[in-house]
């Protein structure tokens, strides 16, 4: 499940997102960077686990494969 105004936001690979964070103009000390790396990391991983989910449950809906021979 997305949260709200998710969808609506540009695609950034996480690389690119830690760096930012990492370099960003703010200075975070090590407490709120972590905190901040930890919450990025957790969305994307949620995200992923999504996809998988849904690319499975697609398959199933679409019925078991037949072998060719068959």
Known sequence: MTQPG???RPHI???D???RLLDGPVALDR???LGTLCAE???YEARAYAAG???ALAAVR???RRAPDA
Do not use: K, T, Y
Request: glycine fraction near 4%.
């Open 6 to 8: 998710e969808a609506s």
């Open 13 to 15: 690979p996480l690389q």
């Open 17 to 19: 997102r830690l760096r």
């Open 31 to 33: 407490r709120a960077l």
């Open 41 to 43: 990391v957790s969305r």
């Open 53 to 55: 989910w849904n690319d």
């Open 62 to 64: 679409r019925g078991p």
